[in-house]
Every structure is written in C-alpha cells, then in structure tokens.
C-alpha cells in the first residue's frame, strides 16, 4: 500500500500565497508522476497540475503563470507553490500518485485525504 499525506493548506487572502506539500510512503517499488488535484464544493474534481518522474508538467490553464508543481524524487514528495491566489481557487486539494508497489505489479492510483485551501476575497 502507498499513502500520501498532504501538508500546507489553510486560509488566505485572495492574492496571497500558499505551498502545498506531498509525501509518499509505504510499500512503494517505483513512482510515476504525481500531481495536484482540487474539488469546490459542488463540483466535480479537477486536475491542478501534475510533474511526471522525468520533470515535465502540465497546468490547468486555469493556473498557469501562477501555480509551480515540483518534486523531490529522494524524498518522494511533490510540492505545489500557488500565489496570486483567488477566491476561486478555493477547495480541497489532493494529491494524487500512480505507483506500483513491485516489480509485477500493476500501476496503481493513489490519493491523499485531502487539504483545504480557502481564499477570502
């Protein structure tokens, strides 16, 4: 099994800035890539950003020029820098790692529980 467990989420005026922090830990034979997903109340949940284990990234657009996703393989974590943040950034951020925890085994999704970031306009 892998677990994740997410640091770095809290309350913060919109134009303010926040890191998110990710570590994965467990029974882990390999990572691939891991990223950030967000659910606003209501809503379905969306892709943030995500860094594959070569380093390469991709954004919502909804995000871009502001939000920077990077990892530290050694330490198995992802971080994710957001600034000039919105109020509709708002919402429950997970993280979110494919993995597999052998050598013949499969690739797996894993999530965190989640941790919430909430931006006062």
């Known amino acids: 099994q892998v677990h994740l467990v997410e640091s770095g989420g809290g309350l913060v005026q919109a134009g303010g800035s926040l890191r998110l922090s990710c570590t994965a830990s467990?029974?882990?034979?390999?990572?691939?890539?891991m990223g950030w997903y967000r659910q606003a109340p209501g809503a379905q949940r969306e892709l943030v950003a995500r860094i594959r284990s070569g380093g390469s990234t991709n954004y919502a657009d909804s995000v871009k020029g502001r939000f920077t996703i990077s990892r530290d393989n050694a330490q198995r974590t992802v971080y994710l820098q957001m600034s000039s943040l919105k109020a509709e950034d708002t919402g429950l951020y997970y993280c979110h790692t494919s993995a597999k925890t052998g050598y013949y085994s499969a690739v797996a999704d894993y999530w965190g529980q989640g941790t919430q970031v909430t931006v006062s306009s």
């Open positions: 467990g029974n882990i034979f390999s990572i691939g890539a």
